[in-house]
């Protein structure tokens, strides 16, 4: 048998695909399907919306197959509807109102109904609009573990995403006479409306371990007492709430699987098993009625850091799947086996270079002429190899700020910039604005992580491009880079990717608008701010699009900066399994294993 073929993935799989078919709920399940993947980090918590779970990739795939919403994010960057989990409806444009609501016969994996408790819980949540006036919260976080600690227990705060669009939504939200459902009404217009509430968090759930016991056997009544917190505001019962719902799905380093009511779901898998090192198994639900059917029964995450041992351990057929760090040795490793046949793909995760306009070190970025010689001297093609071509042969430039690989809108967006054909360094050019820009060697010092080796070689490059236009380029690299960002004469650019995978389509102009927390070059133009009110306010996808396109434009001509190269993915499938997909979205390829289907290529036993 060929190391091709991985030893767990199906028992007598022809004989199942033919039974599935056409018997039970689940027409495309396998039953006693095995996938082994190897991830590179733990799982270490349940509730993906909190700032840590955010930062876990594991986190937020595996919230992604144990939880249900109205609908996901697809490979394109496109939202993709889920009308089985429920609907949104603007109800009213003046003022913007929006009605959010689950369908009937929605329920969680222990057969509490998802309702408008859940909904507005997740509102409470993500909004930050029941914060308890003038907290501090900076002053709570540890700053070796970025947790929250030692909040006073009267203090209200749901470590929630911030800049979804619920921040502006007036007053609380109405619940519905059906009990499924809430309306919420905005002072403005905000887009992206189905991602705005992630019932993620089980109200019921929430409740129990937030007021004690007194509604461990009654649902209806925990939901209630979620309500009525809500509705109240800040108050000593929200803040046990809120501190619940931050800290409750988190996982300690070194345990094991958490108690069972902490994994109550309502997607298509469910956790069953977790070892001490963060490794984890997820079975698909027998019950699951919804949209996302499951193709295998159960997979079976790896946790191996080292991309190196990822890719042994497929090669030995030690796992079925597998998605190791890109990096020039491990590219490497796969073109010396030819036994091994990786796809490529890349993330919504963009290296670029940007500009400081004012706050910088040296202040020479606020004429725009410098900021145009500056770019000019750029090798941006060799910088792209550097990035992502020694990872993915195919690697090509990206050419727009605002847009995410294989967005709908990216072939305008390039368009409008007009990167696509500077690929080369013109000295001549630079030398000539320089010399209208009447500045002798501007000094420019570059913020980026030493320790990343792409990055490193992209700072050799534009520093020895650029010094022939006449830039003294300085090195202002440091492993502290991302506190740096922003940081008043700190540096004048700075090397660095941008992962959008989480993130709406309107929050990608965030970077450009002023007064933005993700504004770190002090750009400022009062066009381009009447363009992202428009971007954040359009609620039709195609009409988005076209604004960001000329976002795109705009940045491009003002000189602002330059979009280099997504970031290279590698996936390694074993025989026996398809429709495994590198998404460039949040999760990556796990995310979306419940589309992932075994075949009858395979018939070996686990």
């Not at 409470?124 to 609009?129: E, I, N, P, V």
């Not at 500056?374 to 910088?383: C, D, H, K, M, Y």
Request: contains cysteine; proline residues 6%.
């Amino acid at each position: 048998m060929s190391r091709r073929i991985r030893a767990a993935v199906l028992a007598a799989v022809a004989v199942a695909l033919a039974l599935s078919a056409c018997t039970g709920p689940q027409p495309h399940l396998v039953d006693g399907s095995v996938v082994r993947v190897a991830v590179d980090q733990p799982l270490d918590g349940l509730n993906p919306r909190t700032s840590a779970a955010r930062a876990n990739s594991v986190d937020g795939a595996v919230a992604q197959l144990t939880q249900s919403g109205f609908g996901w994010w697809g490979d394109d960057g496109a939202w993709v509807a889920d009308p089985g989990f429920g609907s949104v409806d603007v109800v009213a444009q003046d003022p913007f109102t929006v009605r959010w609501r689950v369908a009937s016969g929605v329920t969680w994996s222990d057969g509490v109904p998802v309702d408008a408790a859940d909904l507005l819980l997740a509102w409470a949540a993500d909004s930050g609009r029941l914060t308890t006036p003038g907290l501090a919260v900076d002053d709570y976080v540890d700053p070796d573990t970025g947790e929250l600690t030692g909040l006073p227990d009267s203090a209200v705060y749901f470590d929630g995403a911030r800049t979804s669009g619920l921040e502006h939504s007036v007053g609380l939200p109405v619940v519905g006479d059906d009990g499924r459902s809430i309306t919420v009404t905005f002072d403005r217009r905000v887009g992206n409306l189905p991602a705005l509430i992630a019932p993620v968090v089980p109200a019921h759930i929430a409740a129990e371990l937030a007021v004690g016991s007194r509604h461990q056997s009654d649902g209806a009544a925990a939901k209630k007492a979620v309500i009525d917190a809500v509705r109240r505001g800040p108050s000593v019962s929200l803040a046990a709430l809120a501190r619940t719902w931050n800290s409750a799905w988190t996982l300690a380093p070194g345990a094991s699987l958490p108690e069972k009511r902490l994994r109550v779901g309502s997607g298509p898998y469910e956790l069953v098993a977790r070892e001490t090192d963060g490794s984890a198994t997820l079975r698909a639900r027998a019950d699951y009625r919804g949209t996302r059917q499951p193709g295998v029964d159960e997979l079976r995450l790896r946790v191996l850091t080292d991309p190196l041992s990822a890719v042994k351990a497929f090669r030995d057929g030690e796992v079925d799947v597998a998605t190791p760090e890109p990096s020039a040795d491990v590219a490497s490793l796969l073109r010396d086996d030819r036994d091994l046949e990786p796809s490529y793909g890349s993330r919504a995760r963009v290296e670029h270079l940007e500009l400081r306009q004012s706050g910088s070190r040296s202040g020479v970025f606020a004429d725009e002429k410098v900021r145009r010689a500056f770019l000019a001297s750029i090798p941006r093609g060799a910088i792209v190899e550097a990035m992502a071509g020694r990872v993915d042969p195919d690697a090509e430039p990206l050419s727009s700020f605002v847009f995410r690989p294989g967005a709908p809108g990216l072939a305008t967006g390039e368009k409008e910039t007009g990167l696509a054909s500077r690929t080369k360094a013109d000295i001549p050019a630079a030398r000539r604005l320089l010399a209208q820009a009447d500045v002798d060697d501007p000094a420019v010092c570059i913020l980026f992580d030493p320790d990343r080796a792409t990055r490193r070689a992209a700072f050799e490059l534009i520093r020895d491009s650029a010094e022939k236009a006449g830039f003294v380029v300085q090195d202002c690299s440091s492993s502290d880079w991302s506190s740096q960002l922003g940081a008043e004469g700190a540096y004048d650019a700075a090397l660095f990717a941008w992962d959008t995978s989480d993130l709406p389509p309107e929050d990608l102009a965030q970077p450009f608008l002023t007064g933005s927390v993700a504004n770190f070059t002090g750009y400022s133009d009062a066009e381009t701010d009447r363009l992202i009110a428009r971007i954040d306010a359009e609620t039709d996808a195609g009409a988005r699009d076209r604004l960001l396109a000329q976002l795109d434009g705009r940045i491009a001509a003002d000189a602002w900066g330059l979009p280099f190269a997504a970031s290279p993915t590698i996936t390694l499938v074993g025989d026996g399994l398809a429709d495994v997909t590198a998404s460039p979205m949040a999760g990556g390829a796990l995310a979306g294993a419940w589309a992932w289907r075994p075949t009858a290529s395979s018939s070996s036993t686990g």
